[in-house]
Structure formats: structure tokens, C-alpha cells
């Protein structure tokens, strides 16, 4: 005997923020934290062709002020950027518009854990995309002391609630 079919479960989509969602001033805290590692510096080290020695050389890294080798600052960078996409933007971003302010006041080493926060300080609607809007974030990177590693300011062109074209449907058999 087979059982009959029930309603279909509800699905729950994991997404980012619309535009009217974002509130200025709110710190969001993106968990969990990502604790870096040899093998991410030197993978990503070596597929951006970036041949520094203070990345790559514990021998002479050893011998330069910090005493061991640095974790790739644009690794750095697109870990803070990327611990925010799952509480911010996935599926509701247009696209990012640009990076600024991007700086790295203290070094990020093998084995430091990594959290990101970011505060909404600017939005508005795009005068020339109806249906999107313009949202700026300051995003801070802090190792596992709450020290700060890296900071970056983005702006990105997100969709409006209402205006953003329906996803295919996925789900349904064919």
C-alpha cells in the first residue's frame, strides 16, 4: 500500500538582503569564523601568480619583522568579502560596483581564525535602475583577539524586493 501524497513540504531558500531590508548603523556579525591555513595561503598564493616571499618563503619570512610568513592580503580580503554573501547578498545582488578604503592594519597569520562584521553606512535608490538600489558597507575583518586584520568599504547594486525577475523553478521533476 502506498502512501498518499501529502502537501508539499514549505522550502526555505537561503538568501541575502533586499534593498529595503539593509538598515544603516546595524552591525551585522557574519558567523562562523574561517580559521586560515598553510594550504589556503600558499593555493591561493600561487593561483593569483603572486610569487612574494612573504607569503610563500618561511625561511626568509622568518628573518623580516613580523618573524613568519603573512597570509595573503587578498585572501584576506576576499574572505571578509565573502563571509558576508550568505547574511547580504546571495541571490539578491546585481552586481558589485566597486572596493575602497581597503586597508590591512595588522597581519593575518597561519592558523588565526577570522570573523567579519559589516555596518551598513550608506543607501539609496539608483536614479537610473529603477528596481535596484545602491547599498555601502563597511566591512571589518578581526582575528580571534578582536584585533583588527583588514577593513574595505564596497558598494553594490542590490535588487528591490518587487523588482527582481522570478528564479526558474528548480525543484519541479522533468
Known amino acids: 500500500m502506498s502512501a498518499s501524497p501529502g502537501p508539499a513540504p514549505r522550502v526555505v531558500e537561503q538568501r541575502g538582503l533586499f534593498f529595503e ?6 552591525v551585522y556579525a557574519h558567523r562562523p569564523g574561517r580559521t586560515v591555513t598553510e594550504t589556503d595561503n600558499v593555493l591561493f598564493t600561487t593561483a593569483t601568480m603572486n610569487t ?3 607569503h610563500l618563503d618561511a625561511a626568509w619570512s622568518a ?4 618573524g613568519q610568513r603573512l597570509m595573503n592580503s587578498m585572501f584576506t580580503l576576499a574572505t571578509v ?3 558576508s554573501v550568505a547574511q547580504l547578498t546571495q541571490g ?4 558589485q560596483l566597486g572596493l575602497t578604503d581597503v586597508t590591512f592594519p595588522h597581519p593575518l597569520y597561519h592558523g588565526d581564525t577570522l570573523y567579519t562584521e559589516t555596518v551598513v553606512v550608506q543607501k539609496r535608490l539608483s536614479a537610473s535602475r529603477p528596481g535596484q538600489g545602491v547599498v555601502t558597507m563597511k566591512h571589518t575583518g578581526r582575528n580571534q ?3 583588527v586584520v583588514a577593513t574595505a568599504t564596497r558598494s553594490a547594486l542590490m535588487w528591490c524586493r518587487d ?9 519541479k521533476e522533468t
Not at 628573518?63 to 613580523?66: G, K, L, R, T, Y
Not at 539578491?92 to 552586481?95: D, F, K, R, S, Y
Open 21 to 26: 531590508e539593509f538598515d544603516l548603523d546595524v
Open 52 to 54: 612574494q616571499a612573504l
Open 63 to 66: 628573518s623580516q619583522p613580523f
Open 81 to 83: 568579502v565573502g563571509q
Open 92 to 95: 539578491t545582488i546585481v552586481a
Open 145 to 147: 583577539d578582536g584585533v
Open 163 to 171: 523588482a527582481m525577475p522570478a528564479a526558474p523553478d528548480v525543484s
